[in-house]
């Protein structure tokens, strides 16, 4: 049975990796201190293949038995978390990737980095190629996440061309799905959120800039086929479909059935105005590609909250 380490495991995409993985017949060490994560994402798992460790990845990692994949997951990935906790974000980006890094080598393990599209910052290319390095403001107040994954990447190809490791690399672009915080300042569970309690849509400045959506089942497939392949180098997964802010908020409203009415809001400091995958390399290194559009998505989203969506 091979053994995987998930740090940040009780998390968004975390607790979803750690199903798939158990249901594909992996045993599980799922890392997490709950500090932006939530028991309720893992107290469902019943099997005596997953194991719990409270743990902080500021701190050394220790997992006392063989391990042949180390999912970096751990980070603060939402708005209100890394505006809350700045430090505490950069920590985890350098600390936390060293230490994760330092139990694969250790281990002689295949490890993944989970990066962000937010390395692209506000992109001047369009869509956004892994060979693109980025617009980012380093002291703006998004500064500190994006820079703590820029600096997590070469953390991660160091210890690849000096030690050795075996590592890889997935940037993520916007992901959503079941067990996704309701308040954590993201775009479609706050829509759904104002959607399904009748209150105003809140779209920042016109709506006119653009994202990307992923369901998560799509993306958490995509992860372990990257993990599984023999690729080095920074790979984008997400859904290349490219929608405004204001046409998700008139999607959630018309699969929820929703009387809201779309309000606008001041745009925040750096905020891009365009974010579209190219998933190129996906294809061509992994064979994948998305299979959920976002209305599908969307709808077993509102599903898994036990509310009906309209059209079903």
């Known amino acids: 049975m091979s053994t995987a380490v998930v740090t940040g495991g009780a998390g968004f995409l975390g607790s979803h990796l750690c199903d798939y993985l158990l249901a594909r017949g992996w045993r599980v060490v799922c890392l997490d201190n709950f500090e932006t994560a939530s028991l309720e994402n893992i107290e469902h798992i019943r099997s005596d293949d997953f194991v719990f460790q409270h743990a902080d990845v500021i701190d050394p990692i220790h997992v006392d038995e063989p391990v042949d994949v180390v999912y970096h997951l751990a980070s603060l990935p939402s708005p209100i978390d890394y505006l809350r906790l700045p430090l505490l974000t950069l920590k985890v980006g350098a600390y936390g990737t060293h230490h994760a890094l330092g139990l694969a080598k250790f281990k002689r393990a295949r490890f993944l980095l989970f990066s962000t599209s937010e390395v692209y910052g506000d992109p001047k290319v369009h869509p956004q190629p892994e060979t693109y390095w980025g ?3 380093p002291i703006g107040p998004r500064g500190v996440y994006d820079e703590s994954k820029r600096y997590a990447e070469a953390m991660t190809m160091a210890y690849h061309r000096q030690q050795g490791v075996d590592t890889a690399i997935v940037r993520i672009f916007n992901t959503y799905g079941p067990r996704m915080r309701a308040n954590d300042g993201r775009a479609i569970p706050t829509f759904l959120r104002q959607a399904l309690d009748d209150q105003p849509i809140t779209v920042f400045g016109t709506g006119s800039q653009t994202r990307s959506f992923c369901y998560v089942d799509d993306l958490i497939r995509g992860l372990v086929l990257l993990a599984e392949s023999g690729e080095h180098l920074p790979v984008n997964l997400g859904n290349p479909d490219e929608f405004t802010l ?17 309000v606008s809001e001041a745009l925040p400091l750096d905020d891009p105005q365009q974010r ?5 390399r996906a294809k061509q290194v992994l064979g994948w590609e998305p299979e959920i559009g976002l209305e599908e998505g969307l709808r077993r989203m509102i ?3 036990g509310r009906t969506p309209v059209g079903v």
């Open 276 to 280: 579209q995958p190219d998933i190129t």
């Open 246 to 262: 204001l046409e998700l908020a008139e999607t959630v409203r018309r699969v929820t059935g929703s009387k809201s009415e779309i």
């Open 303 to 305: 599903a898994s909250l």
């Open 135 to 137: 617009n980012v403001n």
